[in-house]
């Protein structure tokens, strides 16, 4: 199987049938192969070790590291995707029908069609799909980033510096961030009410529902239940249509119980969906992608390992810098936001990481030490399809003794899970 994810983000260079392909830079490959194995990692163990899974809202974790990273890879590659652009119209034409494809595989993987590991029936109510995931969110990184390396790069000469060549990336990502900041913080939350089917609700009686009231009336607030992503999401894509397990249900005010489920006596908003690959929270992922592409920049450009890694150290310092201000003066750090604090921050922290692998793999040649990442990386979709769809634990649960709930995935369930 052709693997899409490689092919839209992380080609390392894509030039006319003519030319000579450039050979591969290798750091690419293991910082992918990283982000794969992170997100293995967390997706698998943070069920027994919750510090590594998501934060509930504020703050970070290892898991929260994930998605950042695979953006910022994205728009690496990009610049040495388009490094020459011989035909604009072309490469657009690529770059939609690419994110495009992202899309539509993410709906599959993410929007419900695909069964658990609980649950043997497949198929999805089309009034209830989630529309939005982890693939959907990076097309939409990769879509703005690659009209803005096709169509706003000004490079003329190799001399001119990066600020001056890609002014209008800048102007882009400022642009967004300015938006997604007045909607952030500038919307007026109404209050709001949801309803709750038997179907996710275990107190409510058979074939009944339960409406839930959320008081809010107001403005610029950042927590669970009024923030305006929340609320954006709710207009546009509908209640249905969002992530129905969100992670702020481990807050300590939502108690949610053992077997998932979340009491009658937690807040209202405990028991509503909410999408944190929402459609607000979409815009600082795409500013994200930009900065990444601007690290591709040096990579597709200098040729000297001493300039690059001077770019990158000191670009990543600054943004680190300037998000861990804007946390320490009341912007928080949170993932289902994607606030401007964590969008730096995280994109500082890839940007760090992948210069140590540059310079581990590309200067010093360690590839033997990260060979297995690196084939990782060059498989990401193919194992990103097996872990998404749970093919791969369902393969090794289709394995029992005697009795179908004597399996291994079971056994580690009720051993560390459920203990």
């Known amino acids: ?138 097309s939409v990184g990769y879509i703005f980033a690659a009209l803005c390396e096709v169509w706003l790069s000004c490079r003329s000469q190799r001399d001119a510096s990066f600020l001056k060549s890609y002014y209008w990336h800048w102007g882009v990502a400022f642009s967004l961030s300015a938006i997604y900041l007045g ?36 403005r610029g607030d950042l927590g669970p239940a009024c923030n305006s992503a929340g609320m954006i999401d709710r207009y546009v894509l509908g209640i249905d249509h969002l992530y129905k397990k969100p992670v702020y ?15 009658e006596s937690s807040p209202s908003w405990c028991h509503a969906p909410f999408d944190p690959e929402g459609v607000l929270s979409s815009i600082t992922a795409a500013v994200a992608c930009i900065i990444g592409l601007q690290y591709g920049h040096s990579l597709a450009h200098l040729q000297d390992h001493k300039q690059r890694m001077q770019n990158w150290i000191l670009f990543s310092l600054s ?52 060979f297995f990442l690196e084939w990782m990386g060059k498989h990401s979709l193919s194992i990103f399809v097996l872990i998404t769809s749970n093919l791969a634990v369902i393969a090794v649960q289709g394995f029992y003794w005697k009795a179908p709930e004597n399996n291994l995935i079971h056994w580690i369930v009720s051993r560390f899970v459920h203990s």
């Open 319 to 370: 943004l680190l810098l300037v998000g861990l201000l804007l946390a320490a003066i009341g912007d928080p750090v949170n993932k289902s936001l994607y606030t401007f604090s964590y969008m730096l921050i995280t994109s500082a922290s890839a940007g760090i990481t992948y210069s140590a692998i540059y310079l581990l793999v590309d200067v010093y040649d360690h590839r033997c030490l990260t």
């Open 183 to 218: 909607l952030l913080y500038g919307l007026y939350v109404p209050d709001w009410q949801f309803e709750m089917s038997n179907a996710t609700s275990s107190v409510t009686p058979t074939n009944q529902s339960y409406v839930y009231m959320v008081k809010c009336s107001v």
């Open 249 to 263: 249900r481990n807050l300590k005010e939502c108690i949610m119980s053992t077997n998932g489920q979340v009491p």
């Open 1 to 138: 199987m052709a693997d899409l994810l490689y092919m839209p983000l992380l080609d390392i260079e894509e030039q006319p049938r003519t030319s000579k392909k450039t050979p591969r830079v290798a750091s690419l490959d293991v910082f992918r192969g990283l982000c794969v194995f992170l997100m293995m990692l967390v997706d698998y163990g943070g069920a027994i070790f919750p510090i590594i899974a998501h934060s509930p809202w504020n703050g970070l974790h290892l898991a929260d590291f994930v998605m950042p990273f695979f953006l910022f890879i994205a728009g690496v590659s990009l610049a040495l995707v388009y490094k020459r652009v011989p035909n604009r119209i072309e490469a657009t034409r690529k770059a939609v029908l690419r994110a495009a494809e992202l899309f539509l595989l993410g709906v599959i993987l993410q929007g419900g069609y695909l069964h658990g590991i609980n649950s043997l029936t497949y198929g999805v109510d089309m009034k209830r799909i989630r529309w939005l995931g982890i693939l959907q969110r990076i």
